[in-house]
Protein backbone atom coordinates (compact mmCIF):
# COMPACT_ATOMS: atom_id res chain seq x y z
CA UNK A 1 0.00 0.00 0.00
CA UNK A 2 1.26 3.52 -0.92
CA UNK A 3 0.40 6.88 0.66
CA UNK A 4 0.70 9.65 -1.15
CA UNK A 5 -0.12 13.06 1.73
CA UNK A 6 -0.07 16.35 0.68
CA UNK A 7 0.76 19.71 2.45
CA UNK A 8 1.40 23.49 1.94
CA UNK A 9 -2.12 24.83 0.58
CA UNK A 10 -3.93 27.66 1.22
CA UNK A 11 -4.82 31.17 0.60
CA UNK A 12 -2.69 33.96 -1.51
CA UNK A 13 -2.94 36.74 -3.29
CA UNK A 14 -2.28 37.02 -6.45
CA UNK A 15 1.46 37.52 -7.27
CA UNK A 16 2.36 35.53 -4.19
CA UNK A 17 3.63 32.11 -4.08
CA UNK A 18 3.31 28.91 -2.09
CA UNK A 19 5.28 25.66 -2.03
CA UNK A 20 3.63 22.18 -1.74
CA UNK A 21 4.84 19.06 -0.52
CA UNK A 22 4.08 15.79 -1.45
CA UNK A 23 5.26 12.65 0.71
CA UNK A 24 4.98 9.28 -0.18
CA UNK A 25 5.07 6.17 2.07
CA UNK A 26 4.47 2.43 2.20
CA UNK A 27 5.65 -0.08 -0.26
CA UNK A 28 7.70 1.86 -2.41
CA UNK A 29 10.42 0.35 -4.05
CA UNK A 30 10.38 1.68 -7.49
CA UNK A 31 9.49 5.47 -8.38
CA UNK A 32 9.25 5.99 -11.76
CA UNK A 33 7.99 9.48 -11.80
CA UNK A 34 6.14 12.08 -8.89
CA UNK A 35 4.12 15.36 -9.92
CA UNK A 36 1.32 17.42 -9.63
CA UNK A 37 -2.16 17.67 -11.12
CA UNK A 38 -4.76 20.14 -10.81
CA UNK A 39 -8.63 20.28 -10.59
CA UNK A 40 -10.75 23.79 -10.79
CA UNK A 41 -14.64 23.46 -10.32
CA UNK A 42 -16.14 22.40 -14.15
CA UNK A 43 -12.49 21.62 -15.27
CA UNK A 44 -11.43 18.25 -16.17
CA UNK A 45 -8.14 17.28 -13.79
CA UNK A 46 -5.02 19.08 -15.29
CA UNK A 47 -1.41 18.40 -15.59
CA UNK A 48 0.88 20.88 -13.62
CA UNK A 49 4.01 19.30 -13.40
CA UNK A 50 6.08 15.79 -13.17
CA UNK A 51 9.23 14.62 -12.41
CA UNK A 52 10.69 11.62 -13.87
CA UNK A 53 13.35 9.02 -12.02
CA UNK A 54 15.78 10.46 -15.11
CA UNK A 55 15.12 14.22 -14.05
CA UNK A 56 12.70 14.75 -16.65
CA UNK A 57 10.43 17.54 -16.22
CA UNK A 58 7.62 17.87 -18.37
CA UNK A 59 5.29 21.25 -17.19
CA UNK A 60 1.40 22.13 -18.02
CA UNK A 61 1.65 24.90 -20.78
CA UNK A 62 -0.08 27.77 -17.59
CA UNK A 63 2.58 27.35 -15.55
CA UNK A 64 5.88 26.93 -17.29
CA UNK A 65 8.36 29.38 -15.94
CA UNK A 66 6.18 30.13 -12.98
CA UNK A 67 6.14 26.74 -11.16
CA UNK A 68 9.52 24.54 -10.43
CA UNK A 69 9.10 20.83 -9.29
CA UNK A 70 12.11 19.08 -7.40
CA UNK A 71 12.33 15.92 -5.74
CA UNK A 72 14.22 14.42 -2.28
CA UNK A 73 14.88 11.49 -3.05
CA UNK A 74 15.85 10.58 0.72
CA UNK A 75 12.80 11.66 1.66
CA UNK A 76 10.59 10.32 -1.20
CA UNK A 77 8.85 13.76 -1.18
CA UNK A 78 8.34 16.30 -4.26
CA UNK A 79 8.08 19.41 -3.82
CA UNK A 80 5.62 21.94 -6.04
CA UNK A 81 7.38 25.79 -5.88
CA UNK A 82 4.58 28.35 -7.23
CA UNK A 83 5.66 32.08 -7.67
CA UNK A 84 3.84 34.45 -9.27
CA UNK A 85 0.37 33.08 -8.89
CA UNK A 86 -3.14 33.97 -10.56
CA UNK A 87 -6.08 33.76 -9.58
CA UNK A 88 -6.51 31.21 -12.59
CA UNK A 89 -4.06 29.17 -10.51
CA UNK A 90 -6.96 28.26 -7.97
CA UNK A 91 -7.54 24.55 -7.74
CA UNK A 92 -7.08 21.44 -5.60
CA UNK A 93 -3.70 20.29 -6.29
CA UNK A 94 -3.34 16.29 -6.29
CA UNK A 95 -0.08 14.51 -6.15
CA UNK A 96 0.36 11.44 -8.40
CA UNK A 97 2.38 8.62 -8.65
CA UNK A 98 3.94 6.21 -10.69
CA UNK A 99 5.73 3.39 -8.67
CA UNK A 100 6.37 0.02 -10.14
CA UNK A 101 3.81 0.99 -13.24
CA UNK A 102 0.76 1.90 -10.96
CA UNK A 103 -0.68 4.89 -10.67
CA UNK A 104 -1.30 6.70 -6.82
CA UNK A 105 -2.79 9.38 -6.03
CA UNK A 106 -3.08 11.99 -3.06
CA UNK A 107 -6.53 13.41 -1.34
CA UNK A 108 -5.27 16.79 -2.77
CA UNK A 109 -4.81 20.14 -1.03
CA UNK A 110 -6.48 23.47 -2.16
CA UNK A 111 -4.57 26.52 -3.86
CA UNK A 112 -6.52 29.59 -3.15
CA UNK A 113 -5.37 32.65 -5.01
CA UNK A 114 -7.66 35.66 -4.69
CA UNK A 115 -6.82 39.58 -2.61
Known amino acids: QVQLVESGGGLVQPGGSLRLSCAASGSIFSINSMGWYRQSPGKERELVATLWSGGFTNYGGSVKGRFTISRDNAKNTVYLQMNSLKPEDTAVYYC?????????WGKGTLVTVSS
Open 96 to 104: NADIGGKAF
